[in-house]
Every structure is written in structure tokens, then in C-alpha cells.
């Protein structure tokens, strides 16, 4: 017997419920919540995450374990930056302090989106160096479990 329900297709709109983990727990969990809502193809999820949707059909759960660096990719050492504290008094509150393990998001160069960076470390005012962020997604380099629950495909 054929299955009449949609599956997922590469630029399938998707109603899902999901959960992100590495070794060190959740990154993120809509099961406990309300459900995601988006489209595949539009960075929303990593291509390799998406990889794992594709022909799956509506009402289905699955859980995924993607072997370290495979979803997210490898750490890379250029992605921690030193970020001026001139350029972050500019772009938020020029009051802000910022504490090691603090996640800031910064606007996309054409002001459309944002990305996120984690402090590493905080400079002194008085060096100059401002505050030492890491731009890697926090699962980069890392296993990571992918469990989905498909809503709704369109």
C-alpha cells in the first residue's frame, strides 16, 4: 500500500517540532512548546541537518545521529574575533558589560538578520582589546543528536 501523505522535499515549507543536542545537552527544544514553522533551503537549518528531513513524511519522528563536525561543521579557530568595544557601544548599549559565556547577537552587514557570538574573554578598557568572542555555532565540532517530530509539509 502507497502512502498518500506529503513528504519532505528540499523546498518543502514545514510545520515541525525538533530538538538539537551535543554531548553537553539541548541547544534547542520546541517539543516542550510551540512548533517551528520554516522553510528548507533558507538557512533556517544547517544543510546537513535539512539532508535529514528530505523524505520524510508528514506525522513521522525521527532521531538522527550525525557524527562530530558533520552538522554544523569544524571549529574554526578564525571564527573567535576580537570585537572592538567603539564597534559594540555603536551597535547596543554603550552601558553593556559583558560576562565570559554571555551570547550577543549582531546585525548582518545588510541589516536583513543577525548571527550570534559567544564572549570568551572581556578586555580591560584600559588595553584596548575590547571583548574576544567565538562566531562558531555552539555545535561545531561536535556529535550532535537531531530528533523531529513533522507536523505539516507544504
Known amino acids: 500500500m502507497t502512502s498518500t501523505l506529503p513528504c519532505v522535499e528540499p523546498a518543502s515549507f514545514l510545520t515541525l517540532h525538533y530538538r538539537l543536542a551535543g554531548p553537553h545537552g539541548d541547544i534547542i527544544n520546541t517539543f ?3 512548533p517551528a514553522t520554516l522553510s528548507l533551503g533558507t538557512g533556517a537549518l544547517s544543510p546537513a541537518v535539512e539532508q535529514c528531513l528530505i523524505g520524510l513524511e ?3 519522528r525521527a532521531t538522527f545521529e550525525l557524527p ?3 552538522a554544523f561543521g569544524e571549529r574554526q579557530g578564525e571564527m573567535q574575533q576580537w570585537v572592538a568595544r567603539s564597534l559594540l ?3 547596543g548599549d ?3 558589560s559583558y560576562q ?3 551570547v550577543v547577537q549582531f546585525p548582518t552587514p545588510d541589516g536583513q538578520g ?3 557570538g559567544a564572549v570568551l574573554q572581556v578586555g580591560d578598557e584600559a588595553d584596548g ?3 574576544l568572542f567565538d562566531f562558531n555555532h555552539p555545535l561545531a565540532g561536535q556529535p550532535v543528536v537531531f530528533e523531529v517530530h513533522v507536523i505539516g509539509v507544504l
Open 32 to 34: 516542550g512548546g510551540k
Open 58 to 60: 508528514e506525522g513521522s
Open 68 to 70: 562530530a563536525g558533520v
Open 89 to 91: 557601544h555603536q551597535l
Open 94 to 96: 554603550p552601558a553593556e
Open 100 to 102: 565570559v559565556g554571555d
Open 114 to 116: 543577525s548571527y550570534a
Open 129 to 131: 582589546r575590547g571583548v
